[in-house]
């Protein structure tokens, strides 16, 4: 296949088989040595946990279930489930905790601004209260961000100066 025996992946775990074999004492065909619900390489490359132990420090809570990063999601689920960074509480730096976003507002914890609007999802949660999945949250056909760092009219209210015509058409 042109690529050296050594420098293979048989296991497409993200550690070749040489590294396996002769650095980590993982099993070159097992993805996942110490059956824990994590990959070899996901164990030695992103959460620096023991790819030969489920329960790395010993503390009762396999390295699966441990959350690193506090934010309320265990390593397994934001590497396997979620796709999020298990070391960062907000994945995307949006000022969303990527549990949040997932379970309370339904947003995007790996995109900072999942409507398109030009705002960050946690700048319309806790600065603007405006709707993060949805890029004109009143509906007057200008985006959020366009009416608050552009227009300067409010993305709350379909006609801001009340003269009759929404934000959108002046």
């Keep these: ?3 050296k025996d050594g420098d293979e992946d048989a296991d497409s775990d993200g550690l070749t088989n040489f590294e396996e ?3 980590y004492k ?3 065909v097992l993805a996942d040595t110490d059956q824990d619900g994590l990959t070899d390489g996901q164990e030695v490359n992103i959460l620096k946990t023991d790819p030969l132990v489920k329960d790395t420090d010993n ?3 396999s390295d699966f279930a441990e959350d690193f990063d506090k934010d309320g999601l265990s390593n397994g689920d934001e590497l396997t489930k979620y796709k999020t960074n298990p070391l960062l ?3 995307d730096n949006d000022g969303l905790s990527d549990w949040d976003e997932i379970n309370k507002y339904k947003t995007n914890p790996n995109l900072a601004d999942t409507d398109g609007d030009g705002l960050k999802d946690g700048e319309e949660v806790n600065n603007y209260k405006t709707n993060p999945l949805v890029a004109d949250t009143d509906g007057d056909g200008l985006s959020d961000g366009n009416e608050i760092k552009r227009h300067k009219t409010n993305p709350l209210v379909v006609d801001t100066d009340k003269d009759e015509t929404n934000d959108g058409d002046e």
Excluded: E, K, L
């Design 1 to 3: 296949d042109g690529i």
């Design 21 to 23: 074999v002769s650095q």
């Design 26 to 28: 993982t099993n070159p």
């Design 59 to 61: 503390d009762g809570v």
């Design 89 to 91: 509480a907000d994945s």
